[in-house]
């Protein structure tokens, strides 16, 4: 099922930037941006796994290895 999205336009420090562009995961800024967000709702219990994953857009599986 894919999410409904909305656009949204954020200022990001150039420091985040270069961070997240480091991953090493993802094929955008946008696509690594969105790992990184699920990552932390993860971390914080904001999520649960699964749908940290979900917010990703990755698969369970591929989420976890990440």
Not at 18 to 39: M, P, Q
Not at 46 to 64: I, N
Request: charged share 15%.
């Amino acid at each position: 099922m894919a999410l409904k999205q909305s656009k949204v336009q954020v200022n990001i420090p150039n420091d985040f930037v270069a961070i997240v562009n480091s991953l090493g995961v993802g094929t955008s800024l946008d696509d690594r941006i969105r790992l990184s967000l699920a990552i932390g709702l993860l971390a914080s219990k904001a999520a649960s796994l699964a749908q940290a994953a979900q917010l990703s857009g990755r698969s369970l599986l591929d989420f976890m290895e990440i």
